[in-house]
């Protein structure tokens, strides 16, 4: 799988979450897809998490060396050498964090966020498209020092449905 040589640029092991699937109030299905993009300069995998999720991080981890098979480690975002994260990743690693339908309570409002109080390992943009028409300007973290802010995303009423865009290395 992931693994950098000497001299070569680092590996980076993407998660992903490609479509999220909840239930909101009376039988009315709302969906929200993850789309996320790797623009720096060295490679990323992608994969999903289960239908029904409320919740979630989505974050980077580099210079990652899985030459054991699914076990392995990487320097930023490491999950306790596992391939597949089923844990949060260690830090540092720059968080895109989400919560889908108000997290269960009934509330049709998406909130969405990036974090570093696990620290920064890679500069990340995170915005939600919710078809409203409204100016989707998207959160930025290019550094350490950039200060949590939480938005509200909400569904299209009559689709129930919002795109999330999750982007490394936006500048680069």
């Not at 989505?58 to 098979?69: L, Q």
């Not at 320097?75 to 968080?95: I, M, N, Q, R, V």
């Not at 969405?112 to 943009?125: E, H, K, R």
Request: hydrophobic letters at 40%; glycine letters at 14%.
């Amino acid at each position: 799988m992931a693994s950098s040589a000497a001299g070569s640029k680092p590996a980076f092991f993407l998660l992903l979450v490609v479509v999220v699937a909840l239930t909101a109030g009376a039988g009315v299905t709302s969906a929200a897809t993850f789309i996320v993009a790797n623009l720096c300069p060295f490679p990323g995998w992608l994969f999903t998490v289960p239908a029904g999720t409320t919740g979630g991080r989505i974050w980077g981890r580099t210079d990652c060396n899985f030459t054991a098979g699914d076990h392995g480690r990487c320097a930023t975002g490491d999950c306790a050498g596992a391939l597949h994260c089923e844990l949060s990743g260690k830090p540092p690693a720059t968080l895109a964090e989400f919560t889908l339908g108000g997290g269960g309570g009934g509330a049709e409002d998406d909130f969405y966020d990036i974090s570093v109080a696990d620290g920064f390992n890679l500069p990340m943009s995170f915005v939600c498209d919710d078809r409203s028409g409204r100016d989707a300007t998207p959160i930025r973290c290019m550094g350490p020092g950039c200060a949590g802010e939480v938005r509200t995303c909400k569904a299209d009423r009559v689709y129930h449905y919002h795109q999330y865009f999750v982007i490394f290395c936006p500048n680069a």
